[in-house]
């Protein structure tokens, strides 16, 4: 049993009800309760494990919190970008702000209804995007834009790294270095809503 525990790290979001230890190896603190030597997650929240201290606690992601839903609109910064897909820190679940955050993905397939070839037309590392929650496997939220309100709201040059301007449709451009760049945008890009 202690090694299904082992492979918990700090940091890692958990839920309520999740184990997080033994009795026999931890000392349960803040965010935790024990039932049968076990100790588990009171809260959602990251988990803080003190292998020095034997000590395990859970500090919450925000008060009262929640985690994205199917069908949630989250607001995030895009981390990472790879030719199929893009990593997504969120931020932000409909209204509300998270003092945490939790993973999203953007595959390619779910940018457009038409078809995207490659992610780099999408969106750039430091945009924020806004996207739709569509599945959610091991605390991943699989996210869609395929909708005229979902896409990038705020993007940088990647040149100089200025905030881009909307130029005609679908075009950005750089108003300090003059660099056009593509993304997948929000109807409502650079108005200032996220
Ligand atoms: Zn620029």
Same mark, same amino acid.
């Given at each position: 049993?202690?090694?299904?525990?082992?492979?918990?790290?700090?940091?890692?979001?958990?839920?309520?009800?999740?184990?997080?230890?033994?009795?026999?190896?931890?000392?349960?603190? &803040?965010?935790?309760?024990?039932?049968?030597?076990?100790?588990?997650?009171?809260?959602?929240?990251?988990?803080?494990?003190?292998?020095?201290?034997?000590?395990?606690?859970?500090?919450?992601?925000?008060?009262?919190?929640?985690?994205?839903?199917?069908?949630?609109?989250?607001?995030?910064?895009?981390?990472?970008?790879?030719?199929?897909?893009?990593?997504?820190?969120?931020?932000?679940?409909?209204?509300?702000?998270?003092?945490?955050?939790? &993973?999203?993905?953007?595959?390619?397939?779910?940018?457009?209804?038409?078809?995207?070839?490659?992610?780099?037309?999408?969106?750039?590392?430091?945009?924020?995007?806004?996207?739709?929650?569509?599945?959610?496997?091991?605390?991943?939220?699989?996210?869609?834009?395929?909708?005229?309100?979902?896409?990038?709201?705020?993007?940088?040059?990647?040149?100089?790294?200025?905030?881009?301007?909307?130029?005609?449709?679908?075009?950005?451009?750089?108003?300090?270095?003059?660099?056009?760049?593509?993304?997948?945008?929000?109807?409502?890009?650079?108005?200032?809503?996220?």
């Amino acid at each position: 049993m202690s090694l299904q525990f082992q492979k918990r790290n700090s940091g890692q979001i958990v839920l309520p009800g999740e184990p997080l230890g033994v009795i026999e190896e931890f000392v349960p603190d &803040t965010g935790t309760y024990v039932k049968d030597g076990t100790i588990y997650s009171k809260v959602v929240g990251r988990a803080l494990i003190d292998f020095l201290n034997k000590r395990v606690s859970v500090f919450p992601l925000v008060h009262g919190a929640r985690a994205p839903k199917v069908g949630s609109i989250v607001v995030g910064q895009v981390s990472s970008v790879q030719s199929q897909m893009a990593t997504v820190r969120i931020f932000k679940i409909g209204k509300k702000l998270l003092s945490g955050f939790f &993973t999203g993905v953007l595959h390619v397939s779910d940018v457009h209804l038409r078809f995207v070839e490659s992610m780099f037309d999408v969106c750039k590392p430091s945009d924020v995007l806004r996207a739709k929650v569509i599945s959610e496997k091991n605390r991943t939220y699989h996210l869609t834009t395929k909708d005229k309100s979902l896409g990038v709201v705020y993007a940088f040059c990647s040149h100089c790294g200025g905030m881009l301007q909307q130029r005609g449709r679908s075009g950005l451009q750089c108003p300090r270095c003059g660099k056009s760049e593509k993304r997948k945008t929000a109807i409502d890009y650079g108005k200032g809503i996220i």
